[in-house]
């Protein structure tokens, strides 16, 4: 599966952003979708995942209860709703899928094995 993220650009403190992860090559109902975040310097990290099925979602405790992770299987993208931005936001967001992921490994970023080009975000106060 190949995977295009955008949406990135520069939001205002306390303000909102949605990213999109459009999939293609794929059948994309069968991959369980993550959003990554890295910083220049530092390893990549959570952000939030969605299960194949769409039921169940988990998030990073840094942006629990302000990013919201969803799907549409009919458009094969995930989106990634972000409010209540902060500076500590700024990164470049990627997004990843994989199959055959148990619950332990939706966390871990070389568990995927397929990877979006990332898309900057950049939150200004």
């Known amino acids: 599966v190949q995977l295009q993220a955008s949406g990135g650009g520069l939001a205002q403190v306390g303000g909102s952003l949605r990213v999109s992860c459009a999939a293609s090559g794929g059948t994309f109902s069968s991959y369980t979708v993550a959003w990554f975040r890295q910083v220049t310097g530092k390893e990549r990290e959570f952000v939030a995942a969605i299960k194949r099925s769409g039921g169940a979602t988990y998030y990073a405790d840094a942006v629990k209860g302000r990013f919201t992770i969803s799907r549409d299987n009919a458009k094969s993208t995930v989106y990634l709703q972000m409010n209540s931005l902060r500076p500590e936001d700024t990164a470049v967001y990627y997004c990843?899928?994989?199959?055959?992921?148990?619950?332990?490994?939706?966390?871990?970023?070389?568990?995927?094995?397929?990877w979006g080009q990332g898309t900057l975000v950049t939150v200004s106060s």
């Open positions: 990843a899928a994989d199959r055959d992921l148990i619950m332990s490994s939706i966390r871990i970023f070389g568990q995927y094995d397929y």
